[in-house]
T-cell receptor, first 112, second 115 residues
Framework: QKEVEQNSGPLSVPEGAIASLNCTYS??????FFWYRQYSGKSPELIMF????GDKEDGRFTAQLNKASQYVSLLIRDSQPSDSATYLC????????????FGGGTRVLVKP | EAGVTQSPTHLIKTRGQQATLRCSPI?????VYWYQQALGLGLQFLLW???????NRGNFPPRFSGRQFPNYSSELNVNALELEDSALYLC??????????????FGNGTRLTVT
């Protein structure tokens, strides 16, 4: 089992719709959870992070964390063509020596 | 505020040679991370430096090594290059360790090509 798993996609979303991305992790000791966006050929850029159970909203983005079920999700509201990118989930585990582990990413395509 | 800077942008080496990649973190950041992203693959953790010390390393052979200087900049060295080392090498910095909810900020990467 991979430490951090994401559906590779592509996730095709009509413009203006909600894109829902999921990420599951294996280590119950995971403490901090990050979402990054990576455009093709570019470096990852931080969208948001979450560390408490529940929802956290930032503009059109909402991160949801459920530690009991070991998953974290990202919702993108009012999706725009510029949101077309690969979204990376990253998990920090203190017991693992702070090795921030990334999932393989979900490719999102927003169609006008 | 300047972001994380990496040099060179591109590096072409032949098999068996050594490569040196450099990274300057965001001012005030003490933690530096190195990741490898091979084509079509995810980010693989290489090394983590904090306050000049190597704190953790990923599942890479010893020919991948590095160091962090007193000004917190960092260097990644790859010895005895192999074709499969061709990848984008990303450096990231954070204010404190990531498990304290301190996000990583990435540089633009160094594209290493081994021929």
């Amino acid at each position: 089992q991979k430490e951090v798993e994401q559906n590779s996609g592509p996730l095709s979303v009509p413009e203006g719709a909600i894109a829902s991305l999921n990420c599951t992790y294996s280590d119950r000791g995971s403490q901090s959870f990050f979402w990054y966006r990576q455009y093709s050929g570019k470096s990852p850029e931080l969208i948001m992070f979450i560390y408490s159970n529940g929802d956290k909203e930032d503009g059109r983005f909402t991160a949801q964390l459920n530690k009991a079920s070991q998953y974290v999700s990202l919702l993108i509201r009012d999706s725009q063509p510029s949101d077309s990118a690969t979204y990376l989930c990253a998990v920090a585990v203190r017991a693992a020596g702070n090795k921030l582990t990334f999932g393989g990413g979900t490719r999102v395509l927003v169609k006008p | 505020e300047a972001g994380v800077t990496q040099s060179p942008t591109h590096l072409i080496k032949t098999r068996g040679q050594q490569a040196t990649l450099r990274c300057s973190p965001i001012s005030g950041h003490t933690s530096v991370y190195w990741y490898q992203q091979a084509l079509g693959l995810g980010l693989q953790f290489l090394l983590w430096y904090d306050e000049g010390e190597e704190r953790n390393r990923g599942n890479f052979p010893p020919r991948f090594s590095g160091r962090q200087f007193p000004n917190y900049s960092s260097e990644l060295n790859v010895n005895a290059l192999e074709l499969e080392d061709s990848a984008l090498y990303l450096c990231a910095s954070s204010l404190v360790a990531a498990f304290y909810n301190s996000p990583l900020h990435f540089g633009n990467g160094t594209r290493l090509t081994v021929t």
